[in-house]
Each structure stands twice: as structure tokens, then as C-alpha cells.
């Protein structure tokens, strides 16, 4: 057999992922990420707790395409280390495929093709990978690559003699042996939780898969604006995390020994929160190389989890700025002089802190700050898009001609820079997480809409520095109109065409859904309560959305202001 390169997977679909924005949680478009893989902990999959698939083996006397659908197809049987599907390959590369390696997930069948009389190549469509750390890859525009097989044979029958590294997926199948759990950081003031979504298979494991990659640290995207309560270096003690009676048994390794008492209760509650997905567990307890662990009450001090919004839209409806009852309209003005000064300032735009005494407000002459009576004019550029307002007292402004740099003012005035790595285009909106470690960026390029996550780095007095690299996630299209944070994992877009306004919710590091259009044009988005989101068509009326359809709120406005 001629002897040929043997390339992995993640360097042939990297090939065809390339030429379009993917969002990939360590910031790259194909399985596996660049750079060293990191070593985790034994696993052992055994029962499957969703659907159990049990793929064919060869049939006696099947040709190489045969061989190699029939392989492709054995990639949904994970059962005793993808038994069924080595069989499959020739015996001295059987155990070298490391189906681990990632996922890639297809549209449609897939080409077989030819190369020579020993070589197939299979020709697919990828629209989203999963790497070997479980980080999900939404491609945005899906894109062909093309994967080379060769053959030999072994006892009179065909069999692989290389194959790529990783697996290949329907998209139906991939919902039925993977499923999403979200790991839990903290913001740098330990605050907040943030989540870092990872799709794991559905198997007895699936608790170590979720407590490795907690241990190993968040995705690269994300390293630098949120914390691990677990000392450097600490792994699992034990090859799998043990469930009895619905408690996990966590055994840590030494280097947990070096935590306080704070980290320990910081790291079972970033334990608790990562395994709550997991159906069996209720509880966890946790071990150091087998010896108990004193870990106290919180003390009903925990972190906060998707912080939420007042269920009513925060509006300026004639002149009144507050929240106004779904239902009658009737706007509740704000307190403490803060509706007052925002009325009065004519805004264009409105964000409001989450404690309701500071607002970021837009309107002609620029970017204003209000605190009280009070207020500030922080920047007074043309063409700003609308400021937001983050929980550590900064209000972020950009200009729409201006991709690359965005201001943070200190609530007094004093200006930050803040570069950013966001492609060239338009800025049509820029917002800032309500747990404030992550950026949403809009951008119109001459391809579309463009949507941007970033996670935002800042020094030791919590003023910005820089910003992580922006990873794209998937955009509504037609004329861009606006984004938005829904709650901690999704975010929203809304571009305008001709059939009505195009609303796409996306999951940062899952996948994406296109909500039903409603009638006429919408001029702004706006993350609601318990998930919901609200729309502001150009009649003024306020529509909300909770996954379905379109509903009208009864609520007219002059603006749709965003609450953290």
C-alpha cells in the first residue's frame, strides 16, 4: 500500500472551518484545539443513560465503502471504548484511533469518492465540532472538507488501515449520545458563577468527564476573566467520581490541601453547581486522597447563579422612564431622582445597574452617566452606539465606525481604552454580561451580521485592561438591528429583512435557534425575565418572546431599556 501523510482530524476540518468565523471556546474552528492535550482522569463508559445505540459490525464479503460507511455509522456505539467500530479497522491500527480526539457533526450523508485503489476520501458537510475537552464549535457559515481513509486487507476482508482521529455524527445522533453540562467559575470578585458549557456522552462517566474538566481549568477563550477556587494542579485522586445514594464522592488530590477553608467552600459549591446536571446527583461530598474534608456552611453567602431582571420591560414611554406593567402599559417611574434625570436627558438608549441607582443613558449629545439627580456626560463623540453599563461601576462605549477599541468610563468620568481583536465593519451594539466577565459585539461586515463574545480581562482594581479573543457565535441575518443577553449562556440578535425581523438565540458553546418572525420592523432587543426576550418594533410596541412565538405585552415605548 503506498505510504502516505497521515494528517488528524482537526488539521482537515481546520482546513475547511477556516475560511468562515466559527465560535470555538478555545478560540479555533475545527477538533482538536492547537496545542498540547491536557491528560485527564481513566474513564469507563458503561450503561449509556440516554438512547442506547448498538451499531452493525462488518458483514463478510463488504467493499471498502461498505467498510467505511459502516465505520462512520459504528461512531453512535460507545460502548466498551467504540468496540464495534475498531473492529472495522486492521488490527495494528485499531488501537491507535483515538475516537476522543472530537466530534464532527454533518449535514447529510456524506460523499464517497476514489482516490485509488487502496484510498477512499468521504467528502461532508460539518456544521459544528465538539473537541476533546467537550468545547462545542457552532460553524457559522458550514463549510466542505474532505477526509482520506486507506485500506488494507486482513483474512480476505477489507478493513481501515487509517482513519482520522475523532468521530463522525448526525446531528440527530450527536443530540442522542451527547449532552450539554455547564462548569462553574467565579467572576474575580467570587460574586458571580459563570458558566463554561461543555456536551459530554451520555454514560455512567459523564460525572468525571464534568468534575476533569472543572480541575482542568476554563476554556481558553474564557482564562483570565473568571476563577477557580481549586489550587493549581489539583486533579482527581481516584480514576472516576463515585455516586452513592445520590451523593458524589469527589476525591481530590494532595494539592487541594494548600485551599482555606473559603476555597473549600468555593470549590464544593463549583463542584455542586457543575455536577447539578448530572440526573443521579443531589449532593457532594468531597475527600483529599481519601481523608475527610472539613468544609462549613456558605452561610447563605453563595454566589449568584443567572442573575435576573424585574419581569417587567424597563421603558421611556412619554416622557416616563421606568418599568411598565405588562398587560396595562402603566409605567412605575423609577425612584431616588433616577427616572426623573434620565426623562429629562431625551434618551435614545437606556441600561440600568442592577441595583437600579445608576444608569447609562445614549441620546444626541453623546454618552451620559446618572447616578441620582445627578448625571454626566462621559463622551460626547459621534456615532456611539448605545452604552452599557457593567456591576463594578464602568459604562462601556463605542463608536460605530470604530471595531477595534472600546472606552470603559469609570462612574466619575476617568477613561479606560480597551483594545479589542474584532473584525472591521460597523458596531451596531456592544453589552456587557450582567456578571460582567463577558462582551457581546454586533458588528455589520460586507458578508452580515456578525456576532462576537469576549471575555473581559481587568487589573487587580477591576478597571478593564483587554479583552480575550473574540470567538464568533451564530448571527441573525438581514440588516443587523441589535444583540442582547438573554441570561448567563444564551445571547440574541435581531436583523431586519424583508419577510420581518430574523431573531436567532444562541447558546455560547451550544447550538442555535431561529425564533418565528413577527410582523413589521423591530428597532431593538432586549433580554427579559426567566429567560424571556422582548422585542421593540418601530409601532412601539413591545413584543416577548419566551422560545415560541411572539406576544404583545400591551406595552408601548419611546425606548426599550436594558436591565442587568
Not at 453512535?76 to 468496540?83: F, V
Not at 468544609?295 to 443567572?306: E, K, L, T, W, Y
Not at 458553546?509 to 422582548?534: E, F, M, N, V
Amino acid at each position: 500500500m503506498r505510504s502516505r501523510p497521515r494528517p488528524r482530524l482537526r488539521h482537515v476540518v481546520a482546513a475547511a472551518l477556516a475560511a468562515v468565523s466559527v465560535l470555538a471556546l478555545t478560540a479555533c474552528a475545527a477538533i482538536p484545539v492547537d496545542g498540547a492535550v491536557r491528560t485527564g482522569q481513566t474513564i469507563k463508559d458503561e450503561s449509556l443513560s440516554g438512547v442506547d445505540f448498538r451499531p452493525d459490525k462488518p458483514i463478510t464479503g463488504s467493499d471498502q465503502t461498505a467498510i467505511l460507511r459502516g465505520f462512520i455509522a459504528a461512531a453512535t456505539g460507545a460502548q466498551d471504548n467504540y468496540a464495534i467500530a475498531r473492529q472495522f479497522l486492521a488490527s495494528d491500527f485499531s488501537q491507535q484511533w483515538n475516537p476522543r480526539q472530537g466530534v464532527t457533526i454533518r449535514d447529510g450523508s456524506g460523499t464517497v469518492e476514489r482516490a485509488d485503489d487502496r484510498e477512499l476520501t468521504y467528502t461532508l458537510t460539518a456544521s459544528a465540532t465538539v473537541d476533546s475537552e467537550g468545547e462545542y464549535t457552532q460553524a457559522v457559515r458550514p463549510t466542505s472538507s474532505t477526509l482520506t481513509f486507506q485500506f488494507t486487507r486482513e483474512d480476505g476482508e477489507w478493513r481501515i488501515a487509517y482513519a482520522p482521529d475523532g468521530i463522525i455524527l448526525s446531528p440527530v445522533s450527536f443530540d442522542s449520545v451527547f449532552q450539554q453540562h455547564a462548569l462553574y467559575f467565579y467572576d474575580p470578585t467570587f460574586r458571580f458563577l459563570v458558566p463554561d458549557e461543555r456536551w459530554f456522552l451520555a454514560r455512567s462517566s459523564t460525572s468525571t468527564r464534568i468534575a476533569s474538566a472543572l480541575l482542568a481549568g476554563p476554556a481558553d477563550w474564557l482564562k483570565g476573566a473568571v476563577v477557580s477556587s481549586f489550587p493549581e494542579g489539583t486533579q482527581l485522586s481516584l480514576n472516576a467520581v463515585t455516586i452513592d445514594s445520590g451523593t458524589a464522592l469527589v476525591d481530590l488530590s494532595s494539592d487541594a490541601l494548600g485551599a482555606s477553608t473559603v476555597d473549600r467552600v468555593r470549590m464544593r459549591e463549583q463542584l455542586s453547581k457543575s455536577l447539578a446536571s448530572v440526573a443521579t446527583i443531589s449532593s457532594v461530598s468531597m475527600t483529599i486522597e481519601g481523608a475527610s474534608v472539613s468544609v462549613p456552611d456558605s452561610g447563605g453567602a453563595n454566589a449568584q447563579q443567572n442573575p435576573d431582571v424585574d419581569p417587567r420591560p424597563l421603558v421611556d414611554e412619554d416622557g416616563v422612564v421606568g418599568y411598565a406593567a405588562t398587560g396595562t402599559g402603566k409605567v412605575a417611574k423609577l425612584g431616588g431622582g433616577v427616572g426623573d434625570t434620565v426623562a429629562d436627558l431625551d434618551p435614545t438608549s437606556i441600561a440600568l445597574s442592577a441595583s437600579g441607582t445608576t444608569a447609562a443613558v445614549g441620546n444626541r449629545d453623546g454618552a451620559v452617566v446618572v447616578r441620582g439627580d445627578d448625571h454626566l456626560r462621559v463622551d460626547a463623540r459621534e456615532d456611539l452606539v448605545a452604552p452599557s453599563i457593567d456591576d463594578l461601576g464602568f459604562v462601556w462605549v463605542g463608536q460605530s465606525s470604530d471595531t477595534r477599541r472600546i472606552t470603559a468610563y469609570g462612574l466619575g468620568g476617568d477613561p479606560h481604552q480597551v483594545a479589542t481583536s474584532l473584525p472591521r465593519g460597523e458596531l451596531v451594539s456592544f453589552q456587557v454580561s450582567r456578571d460582567s466577565t463577558r462582551a457581546l459585539a454586533l458588528i455589520e461586515t460586507a458578508d452580515g451580521p456578525g456576532l462576537y463574545v469576549m471575555a473581559v480581562i481587568r487589573g487587580s482594581d477591576r478597571s478593564p485592561t483587554s479583552f480575550g479573543a473574540a470567538v464568533r457565535v451564530q448571527a441573525a441575518t438581514g440588516d443587523a438591528v441589535g444583540a442582547t443577553w438573554v441570561n448567563d449562556t444564551d445571547v440574541a440578535s435581531v436583523g431586519q429583512t424583508t419577510a420581518g425581523p430574523n431573531v436567532v438565540r444562541t447558546t455560547i458553546g451550544g447550538q442555535s435557534s431561529t425564533l418565528p418572525k413577527p410582523d413589521g420592523r423591530a428597532t431593538s432587543i432586549s433580554g427579559g425575565s426567566g429567560g424571556a426576550l422582548l422585542l421593540r418594533m418601530s409601532s412601539g410596541s413591545v413584543l416577548q418572546s419566551t422560545g415560541g412565538g411572539w406576544d404583545t405585552t400591551g406595552v408601548t415605548a419611546d425606548v426599550l431599556g436594558v436591565q442587568r
